[in-house]
């Protein structure tokens, strides 16, 4: 195998692994927000944007100001 072809591969399965991450981090962000965390904080710990966190949390039914 070729270095190309294991860099690939090992690329594939980074992503596969984020992709299956990533719906048990929106829900962790939905319950922190539920939980009253602050934007600031769930923003602080996951590296998203604020707009990325409001974005999951309106998606939940959690309006800012909620």
């Known amino acids: 195998m ?33 939980a009253g965390t602050k934007q600031a904080e769930i923003v602080k710990v996951t590296g998203y944007t604020r707009e990325q966190v409001r974005r999951l949390c309106r998606a939940a039914g959690i309006e800012p100001g909620e």
């Open 2 to 34: 070729t270095r190309l072809e294991e860099a690939a591969r090992a690329y594939r399965r980074a992503k596969a692994a984020l992709d299956k991450a990533r719906p048990a981090l929106a829900e962790a962000i939905v319950d922190a927000a539920r």
